[in-house]
Nanobody, 125 residues
Framework: QVQLVESGGGSVQTGGSLRLSCAVS????????MAWFRQAPGKKREGIAA???????SYADAVKGRFTISRDSAKNSLDLQMDNLQPDDTAMYYC????????????????????WGQGTQVTVS
C-alpha cells in the first residue's frame, strides 16, 4: 500500500518561497506518476503540477514559471519548490500518486489518482 506524507507548509509573506516535500512509502517514487494539487477555502481541488515515470512535467498556468516539481530519489520523495508566492497561492496542498507510465491531465477528476496524502497548509499574506 502506497502512503504519502506531505511536509514543508507554513506561513510566508508575499514574494517569499517554500519547499514542500511528499515522502513516499510502500513504493518507489521513481516508478509512479505523481502530482501536486491544492484546494483553497470554498474552491474545488485543482491540479497544479505533475511528473510522469518518464519525467515529463506539466504545470497549471497559475503556477508556471514560479513552481518547480521534482523527485528526490535518495529520499524517495516528491518535492515542490514554490517561489514568488502570492496570496492566491494560499491553500491546502496535497500530494497524489498513481501507477502507470502516464499522468492524467491536471484537469482530470481527483479519482484519477489512487493515492493521496493528508495535505499541508500554505498561507501567503
Amino acid at each position: 500500500q502506497v502512503q504519502l506524507v506531505e511536509s514543508g507548509g507554513g506561513s510566508v509573506q508575499t514574494g517569499g518561497s517554500l519547499r514542500l516535500s511528499c515522502a513516499v512509502s510502500g513504493s518507489t517514487a521513481r516508478y509512479l506518476c505523481m502530482a501536486w494539487f491544492r484546494q483553497a477555502p470554498g474552491k474545488k481541488r485543482e491540479g497544479i503540477a505533475a511528473i510522469t515515470r518518464g519525467d515529463t512535467i506539466s504545470y497549471a498556468d497559475a503556477v508556471k514559471g514560479r513552481f518547480t516539481i521534482s523527485r528526490d530519489s535518495a529520499k524517495n520523495s516528491l518535492d515542490l519548490q514554490m517561489d514568488n508566492l502570492q496570496p492566491d497561492d494560499t491553500a491546502m496542498y496535497y500530494c497524489a500518486a498513481k501507477g502507470g507510465m502516464k499522468c492524467p491531465a491536471l484537469e482530470a477528476p481527483q479519482n484519477a489518482y489512487s493515492y493521496w496524502g493528508q495535505g499541508t497548509q500554505v498561507t501567503v499574506s
